[in-house]
């Protein structure tokens, strides 16, 4: 693998995965803002609601985090471009 396409690729996983790390916090933060605000409130009456309570709150959150992905993938894709392509495929 050239040193080109060595830097390249790593560069482009760091930034993923800063991305990926960003938009865990946020989605947290969201997800837990819902639930504090009332504007998502999952029943809590019944025993097996309570028992679903940690699913919903993963699938809630779950939802939330994959309102980022859009926008991961366009910072990606833009800096890959800004790079070049041919770059990326010089293995």
Wanted: hydrophobic share 50%; glycine share 6%.
């Amino acid at each position: 693998m050239k040193q080109e396409a060595l830097i390249a690729w790593t560069s482009l996983y760091i930034a993923v995965g800063i991305m990926a790390l960003i938009g865990t916090a946020l989605s947290t933060i969201v997800t837990l803002n819902e639930w504090r605000t009332g504007r998502w409130a999952p029943a809590c009456t019944s025993t097996l609601d309570k028992a679903l309570l940690l699913p919903k709150l993963w699938l809630r959150w779950q939802a939330n985090y994959l309102t980022g992905t859009p926008v991961i993938l366009a910072i990606s894709l833009y800096y890959a471009s800004s790079i070049g392509f041919s770059v990326f495929r010089d293995i």
